[in-house]
């Protein structure tokens, strides 16, 4: 990247450009990225630009509330409340490629429905590179807004981050003011927690999934992870009181990397994972165990499905 001044100029003048006098929609996740790029996109078009954030239900804690503050100053946000239908949507759906693809199919068609109602002729997005290199070498099937536009024939898809890498992106959200809770955010998946859930997705699961990454998340922040996260793997059998229970396995991992295609499990020390552990059967009556992932990408994933 050349400065980051220089970038932003650039990119405002490219999306006005590109736009001209026509109606765009972005996709808002909550992440750095997206949030990056909908500034960005906002200031070169004000509101013929429509940010749309699809609350799926699958979303961090306080993900939906945050991104209402951040940018409330955007009159034309749209938040779609499409909790209910991913959760049918899902039902009984185990395969991780399935799920992957119901949830990519729920969000084109929510962010179709308002993309055709506020008539969009282009789509902008907050593709990095690293997204078009993974894209390319189909690792998995990757659900940004991937399948849109083929559904519709939008006159253009821009893309003004296509060339920079996750620390350059927070280098420009700092630069536009972003709060540090986006500019600093850990990257996440676009599936969400469903991908952090092994088998089907239940409204119980997510509560557990939901709580304990916002606690592997807390607790790791002085480690400075690429990634932390926290998976529910399956269930075990452990005490409560007096009794055997049969809870929920959840599985902890925290990663260095530099682009996410290679990773590597950090070594956290043992307080630090007690007091995760704590904090994680304590806040859920319902987990039994907490393990910690030492393996690095490759050979695994960062990601559990
Ligand atoms: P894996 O699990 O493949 O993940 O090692 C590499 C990086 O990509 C993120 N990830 C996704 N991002 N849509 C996204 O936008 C997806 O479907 C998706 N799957 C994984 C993951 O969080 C990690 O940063």
Redesign the pocket.
């Known amino acids: 990247m050349v400065d980051v001044e220089t970038f932003i100029e650039d990119a405002r003048a490219e999306i006005a450009q590109e736009v001209g006098d026509a109606e765009a929609v972005i996709a808002l996740s909550g992440g750095v990225d997206s949030s990056t790029a909908a500034a960005l996109a906002y200031d070169a078009v004000g509101d013929q630009l429509t940010p749309v954030y699809v609350d799926t239900g699958l979303m961090r804690k306080g993900e939906t509330e945050q991104v209402r503050e951040t940018f409330s100053y955007m009159d034309s946000l749209r938040v779609v409340d499409a909790r209910d239908r991913f959760l049918d949507a899902l039902e009984g759906v185990t395969d991780p490629e399935e799920k992957?693809h119901a949830i990519g199919e729920g969000f084109i068609r929510e962010f179709e429905t308002v993309a055709r109602d506020v008539g969009a002729d282009y789509l902008v997005q907050g593709t990095i590179y690293p997204?078009r290199i993974?894209s390319e070498g189909t690792?998995?099937?990757?659900?940004?807004v991937g399948g849109l536009p083929e559904r519709i024939d939008f006159e253009g898809i821009v893309e003004p981050m296509r060339d920079l890498y996750k620390d350059e992106v927070r280098e420009v959200a700092r630069a536009l003011g972003l709060e540090e809770v986006i500019s600093e955010r850990m990257?996440?998946?676009?599936?969400g927690l469903a991908?952090r859930i092994l088998g089907e997705v239940t409204e119980e699961k997510l509560t557990v999934a939901r709580e304990a990454n916002h606690v592997v998340e807390e607790e790791l922040d002085e480690y400075d992870p690429?990634?932390a996260l926290a998976a529910v793997v399956g269930k075990a059998t452990g005490v409560k009181g007096d009794n055997r229970v049969h809870g929920w396995v959840v599985a902890v991992r925290s990663v260095e990397?530099r682009d996410?295609?290679t990773?590597r499990a950090q070594e956290i020390d043992w307080e630090t994972l007690q007091r995760i552990q704590s904090r994680i059967t304590g806040e859920n009556e319902t987990v039994a165990r907490v393990l910690y992932d030492v393996t690095h990408?490759p050979p695994?994933?960062?990601?559990?499905e």
């Open positions: 992957r997204d993974e690792i998995k099937s990757h659900h940004n990257p996440f998946p676009g599936p991908v690429w990634q990397s996410g295609m990773a990408k695994a994933t960062i990601e559990y």
